[in-house]
């Protein structure tokens, strides 16, 4: 697994032994996914949710982005976003929080941290993509106009508009979806439109 772009263009990441604990996003899906958001994080503030090795949030990181925390609470997931941060020698941009999502948000939303990127990428199992969204907006840590990609299962349903979000890109990488949100109404809530599917 690589960097695709970026200052540490074609840097390779740490990988965990067992993929059945972190399920590291695709290079192709990761190239795929900068291609719909833009290939230059140019200053962006960035939160990687389920982080597994970093590799979203370091690869935003690569493109220009200012400042990445990768938050996961797997102890070996923890240990290879540190280990390919500093292999990537992105210490002074990058901070790892090695607990529960839930957690980490009440914490950046005590330090007063906002972000315009949210990159999530959930054991599909937990069918998280909408709590997450609601838990984005409850906590307050997102800039207005943030945008988010939630990956998740083929067999989630994920509507169209959530709450303040709407869905402005939809990918489907074999049994993975990449859903990308952006933040219109940050006061509107968890009420969900599934009406617009």
């Not at 979203?56 to 540190?82: F, H, N, Q, T």
């Not at 303040?164 to 890109?169: A, H, L, P």
């Amino acid at each position: 697994m690589r960097i695709v772009a970026g200052s540490a263009r074609g840097r390779t990441l740490l990988t965990p032994r067992d993929a059945r604990t972190t399920r590291p996003t695709a290079d192709r899906v990761r190239e795929t996914l900068f291609n719909v958001l833009g290939q230059w994080m140019d200053g962006a503030r960035v939160l990687d949710l389920y982080a597994g090795t970093g590799a979203l949030g370091l690869e935003a990181v690569s493109r220009g982005a200012a400042r990445a925390v990768l938050v996961d609470s797997d102890r070996e997931a923890a240990k290879l976003c540190r280990a390919n941060t500093e292999r990537l020698g992105f210490q002074d941009r990058v901070e790892v929080l090695a607990m529960p999502v839930a957690r980490a948000l009440a914490l950046l939303k005590g330090r007063g941290e906002r972000f315009g990127l949210v990159l999530s990428d959930p054991p599909y199992a937990l069918e998280a993509a909408l709590p997450t969204l609601d838990a984005l907006v409850s906590e307050g840590v997102l800039e207005p106009g943030a945008t988010v990609v939630l990956e998740h299962g083929k067999g989630e349903e994920v509507p169209a508009s959530h709450g303040g979000f709407t869905r402005v890109d939809q990918r489907r990488f074999g049994d993975t979806v990449a859903s990308t949100f952006r933040l219109l109404d940050p006061h509107a809530g968890g009420r969900s439109d599934s009406s617009s599917t």
